[in-house]
């Protein structure tokens, strides 16, 4: 396909600092690619492009279609990766200036939690059971992305300031680096070493970044340092989908950008015209943006669908019917997505899907495919697990596995050598574990308050509502508490809190039946769902948020949950402000090729209470002449 005027100004654009703003759908991976190829065939030294992008999967992408279009030979000698990448490359070779050797550890995630509780007992002189770290580790993650040493960083605290001090000396004497310290590590290099600097500025004359707006302050200021000799630095991206805001991305890095040149990628090769207009309308509310509008040579379509359903267990089984009438239509299963602003609204889609009956042939099948993308499926997740452990062990006492989830979650100070001596003594007499906790409860204050805690619970869920006791049961075990100190990050706390409350949701619809029947379900749905996917069906229906959703397009696009309160989500409000949550709508519209619906439930179900909800003010910010409102029940 021929290049468009624009993309054609945008890759000939070789010189100086260039701002290539790429609207949603309008083709920006295949105008990097053939800059990098126009450059070279301009004489430029195909060692001497960089290319540096967020994900392993983009930098994959952009390699293949340039060895497709210029040859593997060429193509295999640009530099195209992600920044941590880079960074590994430059330290591998650079870090012996810092105090490392250049055989360095990287630490994970977990590593670094280790270390952290470690630096943490050493300092406080403590070595019982820790307070949250949560905000703590936050803080150091933040340090880290700004490229700060603990003199340069805005602490909340002197403690945090102290251990990142010794976090960042404690790493140099295990001669190892964690992931989020791998830019501020190279920065550090090329500041404190200018001829090493220098010669990555001449090894790379021509910088180009993808999804600019996705930048926090340490990418910035790499990219700065790289380019600054020959200035050769073209930059692509779209302020309208900066929804990164949570994890350190920000998005003046792209509105404050010093350009040369600036070019704006406004046709469209994804959507209809009238999902387009529907996107612009939203988007232009917004303040702080460059203006621009996408368009498309598509004709308009069918408008826009708008339902309102009773309840969210309506709304996921409308969503479902007219995922199924469409399937009718010649749409496959895969060219249809739910999106959500929240991983906690998967559950009812999961159920519904699961449930659903269709026609194949004549005959009728029950079950829809689909995967969770992005996450795991609701009953995979970590503490759904850990409930569903709770209550398998207060429903059958024998269930070993079951105990040996919970006895310790959240923490009680049963140590894992005690644990130990438990099970063994369990395996040498082959009684069950229950029994040996029972008999050994009178030795340990911990163990005696677990075994009593479960005798109770297994009172309690006797007797409905079954809901209630769960609800009783979260608080007595303080799990809120649990997942403060397990997890960092509040956006990532916040999301493992509303799983829990959509499990109390998911008993609350069982009432009437059993524990043991709820337990039997949830298992035998998730059992039946594995065997699909262990066969191999890519045919399925997507599932995933509007953040898992960018860079993707589907023909038929189902946005599910819009209500204030969920999008704009109101604690994200707080953090990242209103316009992120609106750029987040824009994404989710912009996510659809031909087919768009839009729905809310004016009831939700939220800790096993029914509670009433309002339409996502975004969605007044659309014309009616672009949507029909639906009755969300349809018919054959």
Sequence with gaps: MKLNEPQEQAVHTIKGRVLVLAGAGSGKTRVIVHRIAHLISRGVDPQSILGLTFTNKAAAEMRHRLESLIGANVGKQVTLCTFHSFCMQVLRKEIERLGYTNQFSLYDERDMNRLIQQLTREMLGHDGELPSLGPTKAALTNAANRGQTAEEGTWHDSFSKDLYGRLTSSLRAYNAVSFDSLISLAI?????????????????????????????????????????????????????????????????????????????????????????EAANAVIRNNQNRYDKKLWSANQKDEPIEVFNAPTDIDEANAVINRIIRLHDQGLKWKDMAILYRSNALSRQFEVALMQASWQKEGKWMRGIPYEVFGGLEFSERSEIKDLLAYLRAIANPLDQEALLRIINVPRRGISDAYLDQLTQANRSSNTPLWNVLEKAAGEKKALSAFVDLMKEAALRFKTPPLADTLTWLIDKINYKKAIEEEVKSEKMRAFKWENVQECVNALAQEEGGSLQDFIANTTLNRQTMQNKSKKGHEDKVHLMTFHSAKGLEFPACFLVGLEDGILPHEKSMMQTGLEEERRLFYVGITRAQKHLTLSMARTRMRMGKTSPTNPSRFLFEIPKTLYKVADHKIFA
């Design 188 to 276: 550090q290099l090329f500041e404190e070493h200018p001829a090493v600097l220098e010669r990555f500025q001449e090894r790379y004359q021509y910088l180009m970044i993808d999804e600019y707006q996705d930048t926090n302050p340490a990418q910035f200021r790499l990219a700065e340092l790289l380019s600054k000799k020959y200035q050769n630095l073209c930059v692509v991206g779209d302020d309208d989908q900066s929804i990164y805001g949570w994890r350190g991305a920000e998005v003046k890095n792209i509105l404050n950008f010093k350009a040369d040149h600036t070019i704006k990628l406004e046709q469209n090769y994804r959507s209809t015209s009238i999902i387009l």
